[in-house]
């Protein structure tokens, strides 16, 4: 089978990530770019050694699909063009501006009959992937994502854009609905939220607590997740998983683990132990890894692993988030 054309929209910081990591799918062909930036598609031209448009339309006449990594702003005039085409989309998160905005876009790729995924790249850190295969019934959920000041990404609340990671992460790893959001957070050092905490509560009991900062001395990513006898601690950006599970005290033991005797937990002569487990998944490259998925989906006809109703989800529960912290913001 040919590979499959793809074009680049946008080629700014993220944009140019895509190019170098669509340069190594080999099921990919990476045709050209298009930035509104001439000085931009030029520098991608110099440095990638691809093509650039002079036109958006230029460009999509010549694909079969595109990456879009424009500003979110941005999002939906773009994939309305690409779409209208019947080209299939990969669009960076979030996906829209607006609930509505997510909501046309998917119902354009569902009457176009074409693939679309979106770039929660989260989904595919190995520390997430190490997961796969484990049951999962989390009763608590802890996340915290912190950043030093960056002017990118300003434009929009912190929620949009670091905690809207941890909330696809939550979504798909509760699977229950959203019953109730209390939240609260600052703004500092722009107009909007760059300090966030939300208290998330899901219809079949399980509670996140989720915390994000743009304006934090050093960077972390991590997440706790608690269920019946069971911590699991993730660490995205160390792409460490360690389970700690509370076992029967003849359980086996999987290979590469520690265990401890933890003594009588309960009436009677049963006996327990803490099993310690660190799950060392295949290293990988998660934004090659998804734009491999996203090729595979187009090329398949399979469900993209990101749809755009998870990603309409998570910017609906953002959303909501936004707006709480809103309202409880002092004024200035």
Known sequence: MDRLRIGVIGVGKLGTCHCQALARVPSALLVGVYDSSEAARHQAALTLGVKP????????ADVDAVTVAVPTVAHLEVCREA????????????IASSVAEAEEIISLAKDQNVTLQVGHIERFNPAIRALEGIELKPLFIESHRLAPFDPRGTDVAVVLDLMIH???????????????IAANGVAVVSHEPDIANARIQFANGCVANVTASRISQRKMRKMRLFQRDTYISIDFLQRITELFQLVDIDAPEPAESFSAILGQVDKGARRRKVLYTKLTP????????????????????SPPPVTGEDARRALAVASDIVSIVKQGMPTT
């Not at 990988?284 to 989906?297: I, K, M």
């Open 166 to 180: 941890d909330i696809d992460i939550i979504l798909s790893l509760v699977h229950s609905e959203v019953t109730h």
């Open 282 to 301: 295949p290293e990988s490259d998660a934004l090659q890894a998804e734009l491999t998925a996203f090729v595979h989906a187009v090329r398949t006809g």
């Open 53 to 60: 448009y002079v036109s958006m339309e230029a460009l999509l």
């Open 83 to 94: 779409l209208a085409r019947g080209l299939h989309v990969f669009v960076e998160k979030p």
